[in-house]
């Protein structure tokens, strides 16, 4: 009975207890950047904010200034004082935990970015602004880092515009223009990266600002929007601009700029929509997982009762057998015999539900070697290490090192992309290298260092992908689910 009470025990702590997940500050940090990505801003607002309470409690300080960081960004248009304020944390905590240079340069250029915007804003003095961005061009100046060089050259020179000294403003887009041009310390006349192209929209808008008609439109036309339909709307807006003033029309100029105007509030409104529908998301798969919740406690409820009665009943008839064990004494040969053929029969299919539980754990076992090993062939990959030791920085892979990791890949996932070039032999080279990096589970950033595009512009390409070469138009259905069917 003693035995019979420890299981009713064991039985119901286990039907009662629940899984526990936690989560943690870096992992609520990736979540929060993918609803951004996605323009859903109240969405990744509120995540960041729970990364800050996570990397606080768990001491994780680089997580912390980072989800400072992000929220700062994310709040920048809408309240540059608050912004400003953000990246304030995020440099005190910088200061007090150092871990790496370059991200102290881009805490500065970004406090003194939003540090200006606020200036602007309610018409105020810009030398908190200029201090932030000296300090980080100075250090990165130090340090040879030329892209942030790039970057604080820009903000400065937006800084200058916003002042009106238009003169500064295009000696410093100049000099931004020139370090954007520069791929490890040589020129390059084809540098297209974002950097660069901030360079050229304040260069251009500085000779603009000076009726330097000629030259602002030549700049304008180096620019290469590409798919970043924001920059091409900058561009044609301002080339207009330009047209028109050349004419003299400068009430038509008014009035495309007011339709210019009007077009960009379209797409913020777009944009609003956009983050309202993914709430609407969000509210209804909190309210399912609700549901589910209720659902499986009423089920819990449910196989307590009747685990309960069973074992109230095993007792009851436990029970009875012992008050009538001495009345069938004479069928007790009978019965031991019947219950030892059952006992054997029961041993026979615990044996081989155990043999057949062993097979299952080897199977199991020989699954997870095989993705251990396909995982540490894939680290073990010399472009890999590369692709993962890029941070921020562009990053370059020659003709030989795509088809290095396309044949490891082939290799290990049963020449999956060998049988995408078969099903799709139209496919260009450039869609056959975005599938090999979401094979690798890279990051928009990553992939966006690796092609010199924003992130908005990799989404865009994926989706792109995802539509017109496998034909997959579910937006519930992502390029990753994709590739893995294959």
């Known amino acids: 009975m003693r035995a019979l009470y420890i299981f009713i025990i064991c ?19 990736e979540e929060a950047e993918e609803a951004l990505a996605n323009d859903s801003i109240r969405l990744g607002e509120t995540l960041l904010r729970k990364a800050i309470r996570l990397a606080e ?12 960081q992000r929220l700062a960004e994310a709040l920048s248009q809408s309240n540059p004082e608050e912004a400003l304020q953000l990246m304030k944390k995020a440099l005190a905590i910088y200061e007090q935990h150092p871990d790496n240079e370059q991200n102290y340069v881009i805490l500065l250029d970004y406090a003194g970015t939003y540090a200006a915007q606020a200036a602007y804003a309610n018409e105020g003095t810009y030398d908190e602004a200029t201090d932030y961005i000296h300090r980080a061009y100075d250090i990165a100046e130090k340090n040879q880092m030329t892209d942030l060089a790039c970057q604080t050259l820009t903000s400065l020179a937006n800084i200058a515009w916003a002042k009106e000294d238009y003169r500064q403003a295009l000696d410093y887009a100049h000099q931004a223009e020139s370090a954007g041009s520069m791929v490890n310390g040589q020129q390059s006349m084809d540098a297209t990266t974002d950097l660069r192209q901030g360079a050229l929209q304040v260069l251009a808008r500085s000779y603009l600002s000076l009726n330097m008609l000629d030259s602002a439109e030549t700049v304008y036309r180096q620019m290469e929007p590409g798919d970043d339909v924001h920059l091409a709307y900058i561009v044609q807006s301002n080339l207009a601009k330009i047209a028109l003033r050349r004419m003299g029309a400068k ?3 008014d009035s495309v700029a007011e339709a210019f105007e009007q077009v960009e509030g379209f797409y913020f409104k777009a944009l609003e929509q956009k983050d309202e529908y993914y709430q609407e998301t969000l509210r209804q798969e909190m309210e399912n997982q609700r549901l589910e919740y209720r659902s499986t406690m009423y089920g819990r409820i449910l196989l307590i009762i009747i685990i309960a009665s069973a074992i109230i009943l095993l007792v009851v ?9 001495m009345l069938r004494q004479q069928q007790a040969y009978e019965q031991s015999k019947l219950e030892n053929e059952l006992l054997m029969k029961e041993q026979e299919k615990r044996r081989l539900q155990q043999e057949a539980e062993h097979q299952k754990n080897l199977l199991h076992q020989a699954n997870e070697v095989v ?29 030989h090192e795509w088809s290095e990791i396309e044949r490891t890949l082939n290799a290990i996932d049963n020449n999956r992309f060998a049988n995408i070039r078969e099903q799709h032999p139209d496919m260009q080279e450039n869609d056959i ?12 950033r990553t992939i966006g260092n690796i092609y010199c595009i924003s992130v908005s512009a990799v989404q865009h390409r994926k989706l792109k992908l995802k539509k017109e070469v496998f034909g997959e138009t579910s937006p519930d259905v992502t390029l990753e689910q994709i590739l893995n069917s294959r």
Do not use: M
């Open 11 to 29: 039985v119901l702590l286990a039907a009662c207890s629940q899984p526990q997940t936690t989560q943690t500050a870096a992992g609520c940090l």
């Open 57 to 68: 409690a768990s001491e994780d300080w680089h997580t912390n200034y980072i989800a400072y």
């Open 251 to 253: 009430q038509v100029e």
């Open 317 to 325: 008839v436990l029970a009875l057998r012992y008050r009538f064990r």
């Open 371 to 399: 993705a251990f090993l396909q995982n540490f062939i894939l680290e073990r990959t010399e472009v890999l290490k590369k692709l993962n030791q890029g941070g921020d920085s562009i990053i370059y892979l020659s003709t």
């Open 433 to 444: 290298h975005l599938c090999i990096l979401t094979r690798l589970g890279l990051s928009n």
